[in-house]
Structures are given as structure tokens and as C-alpha cells.
């Protein structure tokens, strides 16, 4: 009776396994700068995420089928052992499987976000060395815009 939601929740780990070894994969891509594949790794992550949420409406709606075939109210893991042991008790460590791995995708992001924030300031870093910010004040107080070269240059020449 629990086969369909069996399926998909088998379904749904590999689904975050996959994801998990891709977040680890996006610190290399991090530490090398590379754009292309941080937007495919976007990309990929838009599409995992409309994936589980399928696999999650498929779950809930597998196990209410189940929970209506045996004849339960509600749908416990605790109410689904008492009809079905084997299936409940499966279905119990794949879940615990999927948070398991939900947990470790969590960590993994919060540490490619600091990792991205480090990434960010090192590229502000190089662009305002590149081009920075004039420490001068106009007559107002405020802080002088910076000119662009090419207005100077235009401006020298008719003198």
C-alpha cells in the first residue's frame, strides 16, 4: 500500500543527494570566478528546487491515498506501522535520510554563501583599485564624482 510513497521518497533522496554533491562541487567554482558556471549552477538549482517541490505534492498525495486505502483519519508514520510494518518502518528511515541530507544541503549553502560574500568583496576590492573613488570634496562638501577619463582627455585637447 505505501509502494507509491516508497517510490517517490526513494525518489526525492536521490534527488537531494545529486543536489548535495553539486553544492560541494560549487566551492571550485566559487574560488575560480567562473560566471558560466555559476549561472548553469543556478540554473541547475531553479530546477532542483521545482523538482522537489513536485516530488513533495507527489509524496503528500501518495501517502494520503495510502493512509484513505487503509482506512486511516490521519497520517502518522505511528498510525501507518500499525497497518503496515515493514512499509512504515522503510519509509521511516528514508525520510530520516532525506532530512539528513536536507540538513547537510542547508550547511553546505550557508557555507557557499560566505564563501560567495568573500568571492563578492575580492571582486569589489579589484574594481575599486581599478577604478576608485576620488577622496576629494567640492565646494558644497560633498564628494567629487569621478570623471570619466575620456571627458579629460576631450577637455585638454581644446585647450
Given amino acids: 500500500m505505501l509502494e507509491e510513497a516508497l517510490a517517490t521518497a526513494h525518489e526525492l533522496r536521490r534527488a537531494l543527494e545529486s543536489e548535495v554533491e553539486r553544492a560541494q562541487r560549487e566551492r ?9 558556471r555559476l549561472f548553469a549552477g543556478a540554473a541547475a538549482r531553479a530546477g532542483f528546487n521545482a523538482e522537489v517541490a513536485r516530488l513533495e505534492t507527489a509524496l503528500a498525495g501518495a501517502l494520503s491515498r495510502a493512509a484513505a486505502a487503509m ?6 508514520l505511528h498510525r501507518l ?4 510494518p515493514e512499509g512504515a518502518a522503510e519509509l521511516a528511515r ?10 547537510a ?8 554563501l560566505m ?20 577622496a ?3 565646494r558644497r562638501g560633498l564628494r567629487a564624482a569621478a570623471t570619466p577619463l575620456t571627458s579629460l582627455t576631450s577637455r585638454s585637447s581644446k585647450v
Fill in 136 to 138: 576629494a570634496y567640492d
Fill in 81 to 84: 506501522s500499525g497497518r503496515s
Fill in 105 to 112: 544541503l542547508a550547511e553546505l549553502d550557508r557555507l557557499n
Fill in 115 to 134: 564563501l560567495a560574500g568573500r568571492a563578492l568583496a575580492c571582486v569589489q576590492g579589484y574594481l575599486t583599485a581599478l577604478n576608485p573613488t576620488p
Fill in 28 to 36: 571550485e567554482v566559487l574560488r575560480t570566478l567562473d560566471s558560466d
Fill in 71 to 76: 482506512g486511516l483519519s490521519e497520517v502518522t
Fill in 94 to 103: 528514508t525520510l530520516a535520510d532525506i532530512r539528513s541530507l536536507a540538513g
